[in-house]
């Protein structure tokens, strides 16, 4: 082995630190030089030029490893958390510089005093270890990453002033949602299709919707418009404001359709409904279709597979009405339960600040009679200690209501929440209160508790109610108390265990009662789940022949439902799983293979077969996402008939560029990404992942508002010879702006070039390579080859030979047509200068 001498004795075993530069693995990998460069000390010049290697190479490596002076783009890591690449500032000593935009990706604060005055603002170089001296920074010029661990007092907050958060933009939107629903067998056929619409737009941060939807059951259709609006928020008041056809949400009082303007606290606005908490479970014994109803209001449908089942992110009308939930099977069978809205009401609690609504019933509240004109308002206000209260009132002509909340959290575990009711209907002369009480806690290590109750008085009124003549035994048929329990459990050894529990109590002494109680474990090549779904006291509807329609009978069904069911998985994307359930006197068992083919595919086949009939059917589903859309296709087949189910869903935005697609529905704050004219790009965003376009552009679908944003481009899918100057930007988006996210796209030309001399020898390993204004860009390596990262350009280049004379490389730009080639082989001849 050849020694090199160096000023003094170094571990031969410190590794070798990876330099900026491409070409310089051969200096790296000599003995002695890899510790050299590590230590930054001085080298035998001699010894170098013995290794072919430019003496003029030591003084850029004569210090330790560092970043060349200038901006780069670079990996960002705050804390731990990635953050994506970030044009950062390096001074001629490799120093960081935290610039304005450093700090903005940064989502660190700007300190007020500057190291040093420059001529160009975003290029000023602000004091931050300065104010924050307990800032560590740790530069790696080796993998491009700059790791910062800074004190969580440095951090910037969120602030509604101008300016803080992006604003404005114009853009149209559209949402679809359609399902299809076809069942034939020998007693009839049925057949169900809805389609949810939303149309609107956004211009200088005012979100207008129209949201509306068509049912067709069995030939009985109807159209519904369930609302249309305009929205804004005030930064001033830190309030949104709303006008049209509204749903009320006044955090005191049932959600009322109105036509008139609304107020509340942002905070109310930036937690959207569908994000409640609002959780609807049960167990389908076959394929079925599922309805949830809020204040008479259909807001959502779904076809549901065999099995479990369970709904979140349901786009409610307000937080404090009930939701009616129907199960209908392929028969046509029907199954109903209710959520009370106390059961999410606590998970949504109001934000502090005033309410106020006025405006137009839309409802007939009376027979026969005008709709009243309604005004309500509440505050809510901050007591200290995670504890607050409210109080508003609501009134009519005929009506009035008051109401009052207080919520706390004790021993910073337990919250508890309470809200009580009183009204005034002076039509009847009738007078009664309602009261509701939620309690939510983590009562120890893995356990989770949720309680509720709700009761009211025979002569409380809602305001849509209020005036109306109650017939027969239909003001005993209203409930008097309502219980909810939700508990679970997780334990590695036991697994997990979860139980729901509703119970509602009438006038009248009927009572109904929902159980859903689950429990499941993972075994080392098996999960195991245990499901019991229980109604008593519930009302069902009978179809004894096609023309029974939807006929309701009011009879006590006491039903009973269990699954057992054991699930295996075949790698990562494929399973099978099989299951016995049993309800009432009739047992199925089943199996069924899953399989998740890429990210655009999904499908599941199964068969199951009737124990106490001996009937065998068999069903299949499959989930597409062609980049721009939902599809959901379903099929069974039994003895008795056949089904059919289809969905689509997506949405569409018209802006400045064109139309584009997205697959996910498009929410009040979004945006468009850019990435050149890139097609077929992969773009992580909050939404989910999207693609672009022919165009090169995707739709980012929803955007948190007043919060930051990651958008990411997955640079695996872009074309080999593509890259992106900053592939992550972080977005603050203001409610109600449309943003444009752009990736600038540089087209890279990679070269391995071979050089020989004039005489056809190949240049000697170790050659520096220089390039323009004398800079150093890589070194030769075995065979003449000289690989050069970015060819923009036709150049000439110098190559410093072992012998200290210099020659000369032509190199053209050229073009290269194959996108996908990471690079392209050329040859040159060195002549000498």
Known sequence: MINLSINRRLDPLRPCRPTL??????????????????????????????????????????????????????????????????????????????????????????????????????????????????????LRPGVDE???????????????????????????????????????????????????????????????????????????????????????????????????????????????????VQFSPDGQSRVPAGNSNAVVEGLAQSQSRIEVRQSGVLIHTTVVPEGPFRL???????????????????????????????????????????????????????EAGPTPVVAMGSGTWDLGRGSSAGFGLLSTEDYWSAGGTLSSVFFQRVSVGARHNVSRDSRNSMSGARSSVTMSSPVFANVDVNLSATT???????????????????????????????VSWADPALGGFALGYTRSSQFDGHMTEHVFASWNKSFKHADVALIADSQVGGSRARRDTPLAGNRRDSVRDDDLSLRLQVSVPLGVDRRVKSYISRRGGQSRAGAAFSERVNEYVNYEVGVERDLSAREQSISGQVDLMPRYTR??????????????????????????????????????????????????????????????????????ASLPAYTNSRVEVNTQSLPRRVDLKNGTQVLAAGRGSFN??????????????????????????????????????TSVVGEGM?????????QHLRVSLPDASTCLLSLDAGTQTDNDKFYQTTSAVCHGS
């Open 21 to 138: 530069l491409m070409g310089f693995a051969t200096l790296c990998s000599l003995p002695g030089v890899a510790s050299a460069l590590e230590l930054g000390e001085g080298f035998d010049l001699a010894a170098l030029t013995t290794y072919g290697i430019d003496p003029k190479v030591s003084d850029y490596f004569r210090s330790a490893a560092r970043f060349r002076e200038g901006t780069h783009a670079v990996g960002l890591r705050v804390n731990g958390n990635q953050l994506g690449l970030v044009d950062a500032r390096f001074d001629a000593q490799g120093q960081l510089c935290f610039t304005a935009g450093f700090l903005e990706k940064a989502g660190l604060t700007q300190p007020k005093d500057l190291i040093r005055e420059v001529t160009a603002t975003d290029q000023a170089c602000y004091d931050f270890l300065g104010a924050f001296p307990a800032t560590m920074v740790r």
């Open 312 to 366: 979140t992110g349901l786009p409610l009308l307000n937080g404090t009405s009930d939701l009616d939930v129907t199960v209908i099977d392929v028969r046509g069978g029907r199954r109903s339960f209710a959520v009370p809205a106390a059961s999410f009401a606590g998970a949504a609690p109001a934000a502090p600040g005033y309410y106020f609504s006025l405006g137009k019933v839309r409802e007939n509240t009376v």
């Open 786 to 794: 000289i690989f050069l990262n970015d060819v923009t350009e036709s």
């Open 740 to 777: 444009a996210v752009a990736f600038d796209v540089v087209t890279v030309r990679r070269v391995l070039l071979t050089a020989s001399d004039q005489q056809g020898r190949p240049l000697p390993q170790g050659a520096s390579v220089f390039g323009k204004d004398d800079r150093f860009l």
């Open 631 to 700: 599809v959901g296709l379903g099929v069974s087949r039994d003895p008795l008939g056949s089904s059919y189910t289809g969905q689509l869903q997506g949405g569409v935005v018209a802006h400045e560029g064109g139309l584009t697609f997205s697959p996910y529905a498009v929410g009040d704050t979004f945006g468009i990404v850019s990435v050149g004219d890139i097609g077929a790009a992969k773009v992580e965003n909050p939404q989910g992942p999207v693609w672009t376009d022919f165009t090169g552009q995707a739709v980012i």
């Open 456 to 486: 009211q008085t025979q002569n409380y009124r809602e305001l849509l109610e209020a005036g109306r003549t109650f017939r027969g035994n239909e003001l005993d048929s209203r409930f008097k108390n309502q219980y909810t329990a939700d």
């Open 146 to 260: 700059v790791a910062l661990v800074v004190p969580t007092q440095s951090f910037r907050e969120p602030q509604w002033e101008a300016g803080h958060f992006a604003q404005g933009g114009m853009a149209a939107m559209f949402n679809y949602d359609v399902l299809g629903f076809d069942s034939r067998s020998r007693s009839g056929a049925s057949r169900f299709t809805s389609a949810y619409t939303e149309a609107g737009f956004n211009l200088g941060d005012w979100i207008v919707r129209s949201r509306q939807f068509y049912v067709s059951d069995n030939g009985d259709t109807r159209a519904e418009h369930l609302y249309a609006y305009a929205q804004r928020d005030i930064a001033l008041l830190k309030s949104t404001f709303q006008v049209g056809q509204l749903s009320t949400n006044n955090p005191l009082f049932g959600g009322i359709q109105l036509s008139g």
